[in-house]
Nanobody, 121 residues
Framework: VQLQASGGGLVQAGGSLRLSCAAS????????MGWFRQAPGKEREFAAR????????VYTDSMKGRFTISRDNAKNTVYLQMNSLKPEDTAVYYC???????????????WGQGTLVTVSS
């Protein structure tokens, strides 16, 4: 499966953005989907994951309550709604797809190219 992330941009602190990740192929609905981010000079970190059916989500603590992951299997797309953005949310955001494994680390086989989110103070 090929993944294409979009929706990044420049936003002021307190603002919102919605990221999208479009997947190619007809098997999108079997994949668990995740969002990760990598800030300048830092390691990549897990943000959120949604299971294949959309019935289960996992978030990293710092994003819980501000970020919402969702998916539309009919459109082969996963979303990350980001509210109350902070300057420390500035990073390149990546989407990923996988079938099994730890949802926070190794559970992904395919990665998108990333989309840059910049939050100004």
């Amino acid at each position: 499966v090929q993944l294409q992330a979009s929706g990044g941009g420049l936003v002021q602190a307190g603002g919102s953005l919605r990221l999208s990740c479009a997947a190619s192929g007809r098997t999108f609905s079997i994949y668990n989907m995740g969002w990760f981010r990598q800030a300048p000079g830092k390691e990549r970190e897990f943000a959120a994951r949604i299971n294949w059916s959309g019935s289960s989500t996992v978030y990293t603590d710092s994003m819980k309550g501000r970020f919402t992951i969702s998916r539309d299997n009919a459109k082969n797309t996963v979303y990350l709604q980001m509210n109350s953005l902070k300057p420390e949310d500035t990073a390149v955001y990546y989407c990923a797809a996988g079938i099994s494994g730890d949802p926070r680390t190794t559970g992904y086989d395919y990665w998108g190219q990333g989309t840059l989110v910049t939050v100004s103070s």
